[in-house]
């Protein structure tokens, strides 16, 4: 595609329920991020994907978040049990090594 | 790990004034990029900078690296209300276990008075 795709663009769920969303990067790009911003608030780092390289998980808030990326393309951010405090806006980013971020357009979870 | 901080966190201005953000890396930087995120929109890529003590210039924007290659600036004269938005700067780690990472600022979120 031409730019990096994010399903699904809003997504409402009950306290408890588990969630996936999803990313598809720019065909070729080899790094892929993951970030959360709430509100008015900055880019919260959660993984980072680079190529064939163990991802850095550093930013995943707790062992209920989990990622994969499957074939060096398509990302998946696993929430389970969601908690009204997952509420945000999700945000993937996809580079070509170390090049400019593509952002996608975020996916917005509510969480009630 | 290393650490991207941003100031100032907010920035009010007057149409017509001058604004400046400044980014601090923890860490020797290979190059820092800056992003502009419109209310309701997605960061968007504005530049890169790559050698010690660049200076890049789009428009009414001016961008600096310093020569240390840790901190760098973006400042915007004569504001205008389609800079409103908020400002953030990406640094791209030399080295270390995540190489090739990039680590995003706070932010700086501006607004412009008419």
């Known amino acids: 595609g031409a730019g990096v795709s994010q399903s699904p663009s809003n997504k409402v769920t009950e306290k408890g329920k588990d969630v996936e969303l999803r990313c598809d990067p720019i065909s070729g790009h080899t790094a892929l991020y993951w970030y959360r911003q709430s509100l008015g608030q900055g880019l919260e780092f959660l993984i980072y994907f680079q190529g064939n390289s163990a991802p850095d998980k550093s930013g995943l808030p707790s062992d209920r978040f989990s990622a994969e990326r499957t074939g060096g393309s398509v990302s998946t951010l696993t929430i389970q049990r969601t908690q009204q405090e997952d509420s945000a806006v999700y945000l993937c980013?996809?580079?070509?090594?170390?090049?400019?971020?593509?952002f996608g357009q975020g996916t917005r979870l509510t969480v009630v | 790990g290393q650490q991207v901080m941003q100031i100032p966190q907010y920035q009010h201005v007057q149409e017509g004034e001058d604004f400046t953000t400044y980014c601090n890396s923890s860490t020797t930087l290979s190059n820092i990029q800056w992003y502009k995120q419109r209310p309701g929109g997605h960061p968007v890529f504005l530049i890169q900078l790559v050698k010690s003590g660049e200076v890049k210039k789009q428009k009414r924007l001016t961008f600096q690296f310093g020569e240390a290659k840790k901190n760098s600036s973006l400042h915007i004269t004569a504001t205008q209300t389609t800079d409103v938005g908020t400002y953030f700067c990406?640094?791209?780690?030399?080295?270390?276990?995540?190489?090739?990472?990039?680590?995003f600022g706070q932010g700086t979120i501006l607004t412009v008075h008419p």
């Open positions: 990406a640094g791209l780690s030399a080295g270390g276990t995540s190489y090739g990472k990039l680590t």
């Open positions: 980013a996809s580079s070509y090594r170390w090049g400019e971020a593509f």
